[in-house]
Structure formats: C-alpha cells, structure tokens
C-alpha cells in the first residue's frame, strides 16, 4: 500500500532548513530597522535645526526649549525611537553663538548610540557618509 504524506523526519529536515535561513535573515533584517531608524531621527534632528536657524534670524538667537519652537519638550523622531533634546554646544562659546541638538535612541535602538548635531554643522554619530 503506497503511503501519502510526509513522515516525521522529512518535516524535521525542513524545519532545520527554516531555521537555518531564519538564523541567517533576522541580523541583517535588524541592522536595516535599525539603520532606517536612525534615518528617521537624522530627519527630525534636520527639520528641528532648520527651525532653530529660523529662530536664530528672528531673535538673534538659538533656544534650548523647544517648545518655543513648537516641538515637544520631549520631542521625538517620528517612530519614536529617538528622543531629541537640544543644549548649548560643548565646545564652548553662547547659546547665541551655536546650538547642539542630541538624538538620544529608545528602547531597542539603544544599540546605535547618540546622534548630534549642532549649528555649525558638526555631526556625531553614525550618520551617512
């Protein structure tokens, strides 16, 4: 009598198989989620200091609320991945002078570490080359 079907091992054999390809799939599926991230908050971090640039030719200076700007105060990136803050530059000088906005990853982005920018056009981070 000819049997129909598949028995156990073939179906073992497949689900090696799966989780072989699964293995091999799901870093590079991450490091793309998290690279398209990341993208996200380069857009926020540009349209925020577009928008200091404004503030700046208006009142001869930048401002470290953002809300003056209308943003949050805890304004994020748009899949809220990133929260972006905004201070005086480190390296010195008034907040007249230069601004430093910081994109500072959530919860699973984490791995991926700030990202700055400031007026001066100096960027930290893992930005696009």
Do not use: H
Request: charged content about 20%; proline content about 2%.
């Amino acid at each position: 009598m000819k049997q129909l079907g598949f028995n156990l091992i073939e179906l073992l054999i497949v689900m090696v198989i799966v989780g072989i390809i699964a293995s091999m799939a799901l870093p590079s599926y991450q490091s793309y989620v998290i690279r398209a991230n990341r993208g996200e908050a380069i857009n926020s971090l540009l349209d925020i200091m577009r928008a200091q640039e404004d503030a700046f030719i208006n009142n001869s200076g930048y401002t470290t609320a953002l809300t003056d700007l209308n943003y949050d105060s805890n304004q994020t990136s748009y899949s809220g991945k990133y929260v972006i803050s905004a201070k005086k530059c480190s390296s010195g000088g008034e907040l007249t002078e230069c601004i430093e906005l910081v994109a500072t990853p959530q919860g699973s982005q984490a791995v991926d570490g700030n990202l700055t920018l400031n007026s001066r056009g100096e960027r930290t981070g893992k930005w696009p080359e």
